[in-house]
């Protein structure tokens, strides 16, 4: 019964919101139509002044993953990340995270399917996803979508924030699940 409540919700809640907001807009006497369109002229700008940079970002990780770079950040810090108890599959999500989330999504769907969803690796992975940040998309995207050119403190704080959120993913990791 519940379930059927909320599928029924679920189904009928976009529509309805759009519905509201349409109704909204004639009773304020607001010209919907017309300013539908200048919201999408809008969108179409804003979207080709972001591409160049998502271009980027699409470039350097394909670089990243196809010259091996990652496949030989994983054989020199073997070491350091057996001590660490940190399994070598993540180290591509560590890398990757702050560049791409649908790059980090790829691996970590490649650690869940060759690991198994109720692994360590699986686990830790997530859960590096779950507590950073696209820093280097968010900053080419966001901030050139709005042209602003000097984000050094923005970088700076963006790329310690993913530290500190990898380093608690590997605490709390390892406190609830080792």
Do not use: N
């Not at 300013?35 to 979207?47: N, R």
């Not at 399917?113 to 507590?131: E, F, H, Q, T, W």
């Not at 923005?154 to 709390?172: K, P, Q, S, Y």
Request: a positive charge; proline letters at 3%.
């Amino acid at each position: 019964m519940l379930k059927d409540i909320i599928q029924t919700i679920s189904i009928w809640l976009i529509p309805g919101l759009i519905l509201i907001i349409l109704s909204y807009g004639i009773a304020k006497k607001v010209p919907v139509y017309e300013t539908f369109t200048e919201g999408a002229k809008s969108g179409i700008k804003v979207a080709m002044d972001v591409l160049p940079y998502l271009i980027a970002i699409i470039v350097a990780i394909s670089m990243l993953r196809e010259s091996g770079a990652i496949e030989l950040a994983q054989k020199f810090t073997a070491g350091i990340l057996d001590f660490l108890k940190i399994p070598i599959d993540v180290l591509p999500v560590m890398i990757v995270r702050s560049l791409s989330g649908s790059a980090t999504l790829g691996l970590l769907s490649d650690i869940v399917s060759k690991c198994g969803a109720d692994s360590y690796p699986a686990r830790l992975a997530a859960i590096m996803v779950g507590s950073s940040e696209t820093t280097f998309y968010v900053l080419s995207v966001y901030f050139g979508a709005v042209g602003i050119k000097k984000f050094r403190h923005a970088l700076i704080t963006g790329i310690l924030a993913d530290i500190v959120g990898i380093i608690a993913a590997i605490i709390v990791c390892r406190w609830f699940f080792l």
